[in-house]
């Protein structure tokens, strides 16, 4: 079978389509290269969707946590605090046997259960969290001056937050933001070793290449692949979140900018 | 009771993880700073390739690949005169006396081997990571520091031992702390290398019970059991938020940094 024909086949076998049946034996390094890569798409999409709605909820956590009123104040604290205080790994597991139940309580909840969207659910509130607790530091950490230059100029209220207070909140998190991106996905290699079940076989890209190991008793070959498409997917986010740098910080002088430093971190 | 017990297997590895991965990057970050190019460049790159690869990946790869290098080498050195190559197809296969454990052996041994093995994968992993942060705290002690001890006339082993390594905690210990918490939130990765955690007890104790199989039949507690986890990592959480600030407030004592600054205002 010709490498083409294995594309054919398993390019987009974690969505369901092409061929059913996973290699069984002999297997070539194409098909642990096009399979793995195929698992790519879940680690994408979870990684994707959670990072840019999280990225929403993250900004009201982090205002909450700094307002005056103990109501919006305390609720964001714990919130944070949970999400931060215990393992992924655990919240996957409770959140996942969590929709079990509720499913037996209506059917409104089956699709909870199936790793699309509970664990979307737990990775959005997770990376909100986390985010929260980076911008609320960013928001620690504005120079007095922008303050008080705000205040001069006669701005206030919400005028004041998005056009001083926000910019520069974004242009101090950025670079511990970029991090946490990473870290997230990086994270989405655990969802389907949780509770989640992977269903048809369609799982992510660890899951095959835990798949390819078990059955060839080879870590060496699958693993080092499954890093590979990480470092390729790592460079792509660093891309990205490092043009979003620039675009924050544009009015900056080009030597005084803020370089990205990468800070590749370990479960969560 | 397995239960119970496996909440004693997480703290030991972390007591255990804890010591011997501080000392893998204290290794790491002595070698990363010497003179010696090629010994310096070997552990940069243990700090540098282990910080790059994804997390879970790590785990899952080294402890097949430990188990099997282990495996390989006791081939080796047993059967001299096995002919037959190790890797049959899919297959890994040694010889009867170069099993790890001995298949012969009880079953104690199959776990120890089994939670020494986490061990060591948790040490490699965190090691390069807290060789990181010592590399980087041996540098962020003041030049001056250094310099006044070799005006004293100290040796550079001197000035390493007596003088850096003292003031370099109060450097290390944010990055310390940090590691710390994350290390906590990895033991749950235990029930990956196959040793029975509160992760594996949770799924066990908790799944549905019927009549026929045990005295207490009930439904499916699974999230009550995992959420007793939650919590019991929240709270062990906090305990060593607690335990780390009052750490954090003995070390800054005397020091050049602000929190020590801060403290001789006080006083």
Redesign the interface.
């Known amino acids: 079978m010709s490498c083409w024909q294995t594309l054919q086949d398993y390019a987009f076998r974690s969505l369901g389509y092409g061929e059913r049946l996973l290699p069984r ?1 002999d ?1 070539t390094l194409c098909e642990q290269f096009v399979l793995i890569g195929s698992g790519m798409i879940w680690n994408v999409y979870f990684g994707v969707l959670a990072v840019i709605t999280g990225f929403f909820f993250a900004n009201l956590l982090a205002v909450a946590k700094l307002s005056g009123n103990r109501w919006a104040r305390k609720p964001a604290e714990w919130f944070i ?2 999400f931060r ?7 996957f ?2 959140a996942y ?2 929709f ?2 509720l499913k037996s309580v209506s059917p409104i909840f089956d699709p909870f259960s199936a790793a699309w969207l509970g664990a979307l659910i737990v990775l959005f509130l997770n990376t909100a969290a986390y985010s929260g607790e980076i911008f609320h530091g960013a928001l620690l950490s504005i120079p007095r001056g922008d303050m008080e230059a705000a205040d001069a100029y006669g701005f206030s209220g919400w005028k004041k937050f998005r056009k001083i207070t926000w910019p520069t909140m974004m242009r101090l998190a950025w670079p511990a933001y970029t991090n946490e991106a990473i870290f997230l996905f ?2 989405t ?2 969802v389907y ?1 949780s509770g989640f079940p992977a269903w048809r076989q369609q799982g992510d890209a ?1 899951y095959y ?2 798949y390819f ?1 078990d ?6 070959i699958p ?1 080092p692949i ?2 590979f498409y ?2 390729l997917l790592t460079l792509v986010i660093i891309k990205v979140f490092g043009l979003v740098n620039t675009y924050l910080n544009r009015h900056l002088p080009q030597a005084n900018r803020r370089k990205i430093r990468l800070r ?5 | 009771m397995g239960f119970y017990v496996s909440f004693g297997t997480v703290l030991l590895l972390l007591a255990v993880t804890a010591p011997v991965s501080l000392s893998f990057g204290f290794f790491g970050a002595m070698a990363a700073r010497a003179r010696f190019a090629p010994l310096s460049w070997l552990g940069k790159g243990y700090i540098a390739i282990v ?7 790590f785990f ?2 080294f402890v ?2 430990l188990d ?1 290098g282990i495996e390989y080498l006791l081939h080796s050195v047993r059967c001299p005169d096995w002919t037959d190559p190790i ?1 049959q197809g ?3 296969v040694v010889c009867d006396s170069a099993k790890m454990p001995l298949n012969s052996s009880p079953q104690w041994i199959h776990e120890v081997y089994g939670f020494s093995l986490a061990v060591l994968t948790f040490a490699i ?2 090691g390069a ?1 807290a060789g990181n942060v010592l590399f980087g705290a041996m540098n962020s002690v003041p030049r001056g520091q250094i310099e006044t001890a070799e005006a004293y006339g100290m040796t550079h082993r001197q000035a390493f031992w007596r003088i850096l390594v003292p003031q370099m905690w109060i450097y290390a210990l944010p990055g310390l702390s940090n590691l710390w918490m ?1 290390l ?6 235990l ?2 290398l196959g040793v029975e955690d509160i ?1 594996y007890w ?2 066990e104790l ?1 799944a549905s019970k019927t009549a026929r199989f045990t005295d207490y039949p009930h439904g ?1 507690w ?2 009550w059991y ?2 007793a ?2 919590i019991f ?2 709270a062990f ?2 305990v060593s938020e607690v335990v780390l600030e009052r750490i954090t407030k003995k070390l800054s004592h005397g020091q050049a940094t602000v929190g020590g600054e801060a403290q001789r205002k006080a006083a």
């Open positions: 034996n297997f605090f949970i205080g215990s393992p992924l790994f655990i919240q597991f409770f046997f969590l079990l139940n990086h994270a290699t655990l070793f660890l290449a835990r190991a059955k060839t008793f080879n870590p060496f693993y499954l890093a990480f470092i590749p971190n370990l479960i969560r | 910080r790059g690869v994804p997390d879970i990946a899952l790869f097949i690949a099997q890797r899919s297959d890994f992993v965190f990571f994350v906590i939130k990895a033991t749950p990765l029930f990956l992760v949770a799924r908790g499916d699974r999230m995992f959420l986890l939650l990592y929240l959480t906090k």
